[in-house]
């Protein structure tokens, strides 16, 4: 509804033309009078006087004849820029949130469910660490308590029933921050804001200096040296997840409708071990990266025998990732109550017939080598490309083999024919290994014959895991 002022601009118009004639007479007496000293000063004190009674009769008559609605926009502009203001300073909270959710306040009423949810241990919360998944049980948090004190939600995609989108870096990678992001909208009762949270969490950075390819040569001249001067080389943490799998599978089914989603989210962080090396190097291309290499998973995963010099050419290194000397954690493993916290270490055959679930999910989280990589020995297979343009691409080290076998050490690796994922597709050749590392531990009786050569054979399913790495050019500053 509009109300009008009773005033219209003809009266007022006629109001100010009889004032007008006043001041005129007035000025005629004063002119003829004993103030003609007056006269200029009054004048213009007049005109002023008439300036402001005109524009103070043109105010009020806008107002009054405005839309009472109208006389709040700037009271309401004013909330608009305040809620804007508070969901800038949320999207900060909630950037802290996504690092590192186990540490957020916001995780307090339920973070445990939904590590639950996830089938994570209460010691494994730093898996959610910029994760989508994080996010999720934030949203659904939201969406099953009204909290007074809840500053914003997340929109909803009505058609994907989704709140969130994977923005991969071939999508808005501009050379500065090569990571994949999560695109999200923030709502409150008057305004959105867009928000881009980054995966700056799954990365481990290579250290530079001098490295040696596959397993000790116990010769420092047949040990195949190579370096990282001048480049930085980044290796993802973790092997590429099931959930993982299932993000990028949305964006890609077309390319891959022979793939199908893996939907129990107790599976989501568990690594996901289908997959031949196509569909392992598209998954690490979009992402701006390669599928790691044998050489940069050597140099990850070894401890340096002269730490402090990045220089030596020294490079004796142990088959453990733990120990530098075999014998010592040999020992450690014939003592049984050290052997549940080794299958932490290296998840062997002996641990994955171990009844206690522990066991199999803290390896997920915990113990990582000198670099910072988990999951570099036991459990899985490994996919590693080799540099050496040679056939051996498979780390094999794995549940599927004794832990006193030689195929369970740093830098062994066997041949893979990426066809398939049956025994018969894999080939262990006793041939390859450095026989007389071998057969010394066979004659001082450090393991027997049939404990080294012995796999599991009652798989018909053998699963082969595979992560991702990038490197950058310290000189140019371009990520290859």
């Given at each position: 509804m509009i109300f009008h002022s009773e005033l219209s601009l003809f009266d007022i118009q006629n109001s100010i033309i009889e004032f007008y004639k006043n001041i005129l007479t007035l000025f005629f007496i004063l002119e003829n009078g004993p103030l003609k000293i007056l006269k200029i000063t009054s004048l213009v004190f007049c005109l002023l006087l008439i300036f402001a009674l005109i524009g103070a009769l043109g105010y009020f008559v806008f107002r009054f004849n405005r839309d009472p609605m109208a006389l709040n926009v700037d009271r309401y502009d004013r909330a608009i820029w305040d809620d804007q203001r508070k969901l800038i300073l949320a999207s900060k909270e909630l950037q802290k949130y996504f690092s590192n959710p186990e540490k957020h306040v916001w995780s307090l009423p339920f973070f445990s469910q939904c590590l639950k949810n996830y089938g994570?241990?209460?010691?494994?919360?730093?898996?959610?660490?910029?994760?989508?998944?994080?996010?999720?049980?934030?949203?659904?948090?939201?969406?099953?308590?009204?909290?007074?004190?809840?500053?914003?939600?997340?929109k909803q995609n009505i058609n994907e029933f989704l709140f969130y989108k994977v923005l991969y870096p071939s999508m808005f990678y501009l050379g500065k921050y090569p990571n994949r992001s999560y695109g999200v909208t923030l709502q409150s009762q008057l305004s959105e804001l867009n928000v881009q949270l980054h995966d700056g969490c799954h990365e481990s950075y290579i250290e530079q200096r001098v490295y040696a390819l596959g397993e000790?040569?116990?010769?420092?001249?047949?040990?195949?040296?190579?370096?990282n001067f001048q480049q930085n080389i980044f290796v993802d943490k973790f092997q590429v997840t099931v959930g993982e799998y299932n993000l990028w599978l949305k964006e890609f089914k077309k390319d891959f409708a022979h793939l199908n989603f893996i939907n129990d989210p107790k599976k989501f962080f568990l690594p996901v071990t289908h997959l031949k090396p196509r569909e392992m190097e598209h998954y690490c291309a979009v992402h701006k990266r390669q599928v790691l290499s044998t050489q940069w998973f050597d140099a990850g995963t070894f401890i340096p025998f002269d730490i402090k010099n990045p220089l030596s050419k020294e490079v004796f290194r142990g088959g453990f990732f733990w120990e530098k000397k075999n014998s010592d954690v040999l020992k450690s493993w014939n003592d049984d109550a050290k052997k549940e916290e080794l299958c932490s270490y290296l998840f062997s055959l002996e641990c994955a017939g171990s009844p206690s679930s522990k066991i199999q999910t803290k390896f997920f989280s915990q113990n990582p080598s000198y670099n910072g990589l988990h999951q570099v020995m036991g459990q899985y297979f490994e996919y590693l490309y080799p540099v050496d343009q040679s056939e051996?691409?498979?780390?094999?080290?794995?549940?599927?083999?004794?832990?006193?076998?030689?195929?369970?050490?740093?830098?062994?690796?066997?041949?893979?024919?990426?066809?398939?994922?049956?025994?018969?597709?894999?080939?262990?050749?006793?041939?390859?290994?450095?026989?007389?590392?071998y057969h010394d531990d066979l004659k001082k009786g450090k393991i027997s014959r049939d404990e080294a050569e012995r796999i599991d054979t009652q798989k018909t399913d053998y699963g082969v895991a595979f992560r991702c790495f990038r490197w950058v050019n310290t000189d140019s500053g371009v990520a290859q």
């Open positions: 994570l241990n209460a010691w494994e919360g730093s898996r959610l660490n910029c994760s989508v998944y994080a996010l999720d049980c934030l949203n659904q948090y939201f969406l099953t308590h009204d909290r007074q004190d809840q500053k914003f939600s997340f000790n040569q116990n010769d420092v001249e047949l040990e195949l040296l190579f370096d051996f691409n498979l780390r094999s080290s794995s549940q599927y083999f004794s832990f006193y076998s030689p195929w369970n050490r740093l830098g062994v690796r066997a041949k893979w024919d990426e066809v398939g994922h049956g025994l018969k597709n894999f080939q262990f050749d006793l041939e390859y290994l450095n026989a007389k590392n």
